[in-house]
């Protein structure tokens, strides 16, 4: 075995607490690359927010057409929201108390 040769092992594993973080300078040069970077992560984002736009564009042209075929079906069907809002079931809004059901008490013996 050379000289310089040293057996690796549980000792040669370099954790934070035995290794000193060291801060690089800024130079001239690593903003250039921070100028890079930013410009890139600026162009991602305003892709996605072009991206999101007309995946808004869409779901709005879907929610118009889904409108415009219930009222069609409606009509066709004779029904007016007046009419659907009469027709609920009070079980289903609030009720009052003479509109309420009541459940049916059973006694078990065992």
Do not use: H
């Not at 991602?44 to 415009?68: D, P, V, W």
């Not at 009419?83 to 065992?110: C, G, H, I, M, W």
């Amino acid at each position: 075995m050379g000289k310089g040769y040293r057996k690796k092992g549980l000792d040669s594993i370099k954790t934070m607490k035995n290794v000193t973080k060291v801060s690089v300078v800024k130079a001239k040069e690593s903003s250039f690359l921070e100028l890079y970077i930013l410009e890139k992560e600026k162009e991602r984002l305003l892709m996605e927010r072009q991206l999101f736009a007309q995946k808004l564009t869409g779901i709005k042209r879907r929610l118009k057409e889904i409108e415009t075929e219930v009222e069609r079906i409606q009509l066709a069907r004779g029904y007016s929201m007046k009419n659907l809002e009469s027709k609920k079931n009070p079980a289903l809004t609030s009720p009052n108390k003479k509109e309420q059901r009541s459940f049916k008490k059973v006694q078990f013996d065992y």
